[in-house]
């Protein structure tokens, strides 16, 4: 019952917050979007990002692996800036710079004063999950931001008992839900938390189930999608689970650390006793005990380290304000924790930014590997050029370019028309839904990268070696040395083979 008329429920009383300290953290995150700005073009496209580019021509309400706002924020940031890595990634910037803030918002929603609030949006700035996302546009690049504002309106419920802060949620998740489904893992760890930690009162009454029904307003247009093409993000999410599930078990906890940052762990530690020790924050125990709810969902599932990352900031921020109260007044300690800070974002940047050269990325590869994806693309399209040129002309009109997976693929649309490639065809991801070759086209097949897939090249003649990618920095990533056959034909029909040459992971 709200005592108040206004959907508040009275368990809560809200205190006087600090005024946010809007000069320091917006300095920090425009110093993190300059940094940023300053590297976005050194390397090239990531293999995800080729598959955005290529997806947000094919704009749809959902995609097999994926909803579609990342897409659509490739077309627009592309469309504004210049279908460039540059172009491409003002997007994740912005994204990055403004989950910062959030992170702010969070510490101070949890009692941070000035100081504390500027260590949480320096905490976020120097972890290594802001840092990579910032730079690379991905699902997750949206998700980091989302959650962070997710948790931020969720302490604000919290704090306050205002039940009518659902309506907030609602449509934030519905958002959230358009560019991915782990959302729902967030919601399905603090719906119990809040109930099993004494919060009841916030999930009574009519807000939750308007905030509910919000969101999946919000999101009915690709949940629709998916249910007419019968849900396959959940084919998908087996693939994920059953081919990398025992992996991503076993290095959960370890990469936990590093996307934070090692530097950051007694921070978060602090944080996470405060949420569950503390008489002054026990409202907030929900964000701490769903955390971990979180964490056990995504290892019961076999998901990915990165999906449980966007609470771990929260947790960190809560731990800010008494390490400013220890260190600050302090000056050595003041001076320690500065160093240690700009010792971690450096290391960080070094390992998730290009700031290397590209030939010495094997020196961070071992430890984040998506740099070395960022090499070689155009390389595999002149490969594949030199494959292209070996076709006779009389026979170009009904030959066709597949290649293997989508990195690839998304490779050849973008930078094939340099060397007169044709739109290519894969059966990898949605590429599989924008159409297999026609039947007519029984000519000769340049296939690229068949090596993971032994079953493609199985639905050829004659296939040869033509040509091999060499990215000309004698980096070893995954499409260095991958070969490009020159096949006779295929041995059926396309839109008999097309079913079997499709894959989803």
Not at 103 to 131: I, N, Y
Not at 265 to 286: F, I, N, S, T
Not at 359 to 370: M, S
Request: hydrophobic residues 50%; proline residues 8%.
């Amino acid at each position: 019952m709200d005592i108040r008329g206004d959907g508040s429920t009275g368990a809560s009383t809200p205190v006087a917050l600090s005024r946010l300290a809007w000069q320091p953290v917006l300095a920090v995150a425009a110093g993190v979007a300059a940094l940023q700005a300053v590297l976005l073009g050194r390397y090239g496209f990531h293999r995800d990002e080729l598959y955005f580019l290529a997806a947000g021509h094919h704009l749809a309400w959902g995609y097999v692996d994926q909803p579609p706002l990342t897409p659509l924020l490739a077309r627009w940031s592309t469309a504004l800036f210049g279908e460039s890595p540059a172009g491409l990634r003002v997007v994740a910037v912005l994204l990055g710079a403004a989950t910062i803030v959030l992170t702010a918002l969070a510490a101070r929603e949890l009692g941070a004063r000035r100081g504390g609030q500027v260590l949480a949006a320096a905490g976020a700035t120097v972890s290594a999950m802001v840092l990579a996302l910032g730079h690379m546009l991905s699902t997750a690049s949206f998700d980091l931001f989302a959650w962070t504002g997710i948790g931020v309106l969720v302490l604000r419920l919290l704090r306050t008992g205002d039940r009518r802060w659902w309506v907030a949620i609602g449509a934030a998740v519905g958002v959230a839900l358009l560019n991915k489904d782990l959302v729902l893992l967030l919601a399905a760890a603090l719906l119990p938390a809040a109930w099993f930690t004494g919060n009841r009162q916030v999930l009574r009454g009519r807000w939750l189930p308007v905030g509910a029904l919000l969101a999946v307003l919000v999101a009915a247009p690709n949940l629709y999608w998916q249910a007419r093409h019968g849900w396959p993000q959940l084919t998908v999410a087996s693939g994920i689970s059953g081919q990398d599930g025992l992996a991503d078990r076993l290095t959960f906890v370890p990469m936990q650390l590093l996307y934070l940052s090692p530097v950051l762990v007694p921070v978060w530690l602090g944080g996470l006793r405060r949420l569950r020790q503390e008489p002054e924050l026990r409202w907030a125990r929900p964000l701490a005990d769903g955390y971990l709810g979180l964490c056990a969902l995504v290892l019961l599932l076999g998901g990915k380290p990165y999906y449980a990352l966007p609470p771990l900031l929260l947790v960190m921020a809560a731990g800010c304000q008494p390490v400013v109260d220890r260190m600050w007044p302090v000056a050595r300690s003041r001076a320690r924790l500065v160093g240690v800070l700009a010792l971690a974002v450096a290391l960080n940047a070094v390992i998730t930014l290009p700031v290397l050269p590209a030939r010495q990325l094997p020196l961070v590869a071992w430890v984040y590997k998506e740099s070395a994806e960022q090499v070689g693309w155009p390389e595999l399209a002149a490969a594949a050029g030199a494959g292209w040129a070996l076709v006779p002309a009389e026979q170009r009109g009904h030959a066709v370019v597949f290649a293997a997976d989508y990195g690839e693929a998304g490779a050849l649309a973008r930078f094939g028309g340099d060397y007169g490639l044709p739109a290519p065809h894969s059966g990898h991801m949605s590429f599989a839904d924008w159409g297999p070759p026609p039947d007519s086209s029984t000519g000769p097949v340049l296939l690229i990268h068949p090596a993971p897939y032994p079953q493609v090249e199985r639905a050829f003649t004659g296939c040869r070696e033509v040509a091999r990618v060499d990215n000309g920095r004698g980096l070893a990533n995954e499409e260095q040395h991958a070969p490009v056959l020159l096949c006779d034909g295929p041995v059926r029909p396309w839109s008999q083979l097309w079913p079997q040459l499709r894959h989803f992971y």
